[in-house]
């Protein structure tokens, strides 16, 4: 999986544990997710998304095996 979240994070200003908060994870879990290194539930992509405006799409990338 490949993720843009950080770069709209940035452009939200927020910080990692701002946007956590936001939706309801601890910073590790935003750290996990900008580093591709962990799959967001559909409810949490969701939530992701909502917070900095993005549609699910543009936040992660996921690539076929």
């Given at each position: 999986m490949y993720t843009c979240m950080k770069e709209f994070r940035a452009r939200h200003g927020f910080t990692q544990e701002t946007l956590a908060a936001?939706?309801?994870v601890c910073r590790e879990t935003i750290v996990f997710l900008e580093?591709?290194?962990?799959?967001?539930?559909l409810k949490l992509a969701h939530n992701l998304a909502k917070a900095l405006h993005a549609r699910i799409d543009e936040l992660f990338i996921f690539e076929e095996d």
């Open positions: 936001k939706v309801g580093k591709g290194k962990y799959n967001p539930s």
